[in-house]
């Protein structure tokens, strides 16, 4: 078992390296207007049925809480299954366990996303983390014991 560190890794059969943190933050800037589209449809759409057809409507804490599953489902499914977000894909990032290179398991890809919410809700502690962490990872990722690596660009024949 090896950890990752600022030199590059090997994940299979592909040399990665970690992700700089401008990328990583363009990235979660796109996140957020994606996230626009997952909540409308998984969040939105089913709350506006169900006023417009029972005339019900959810408490506030009952709403904060499917808005965190349902990002949860989102972010723990993407990370666990490919190993990045559809933005993360975009910018040809990927989210990998340090120890071994590959995409998180469940109970990671869970705690990294549970870890997160602290991570930025607390005046950003830990976006802010990276600028003084010797391998430039948000805090999130270094309790959780993953990393985002950058992909090398596919190759064009």
Excluded at 3 to 10: D, F, Q, V
Excluded at 52 to 76: E, K, Q, R, S
């Amino acid at each position: 078992m090896q950890k990752m560190s600022a030199a590059p890794a090997i994940t299979g059969r592909t040399v990665v390296e970690p992700a700089g943190l401008r990328r990583r933050l363009a990235s979660m800037l796109y996140e957020v207007l994606l996230l626009i589209g997952v909540l409308f449809l998984a969040f939105l759409v089913p709350h506006l049925i169900l006023g417009w057809t029972t005339g019900w409507v959810f408490a506030g804490w009952m709403l904060w809480l499917h808005v965190f599953f349902v990002l949860g489902a989102y972010f723990v499914w993407y990370w666990h299954r490919h190993g990045a977000t559809l933005a993360m894909q975009t910018w040809n990032l990927k989210v990998v366990d340090v120890r071994y290179g590959l995409p998180p398991a469940w109970g990671r890809a869970a705690l990294r996303y549970l870890l997160t919410w602290p991570s930025l809700w607390c005046a950003g502690i830990g976006v802010w983390w990276a600028f003084f962490d010797k391998d430039r990872q948000f805090l999130h990722d270094r309790l959780a014991g993953t990393c985002i690596v950058l992909l090398p660009k596919p190759q064009k024949n």
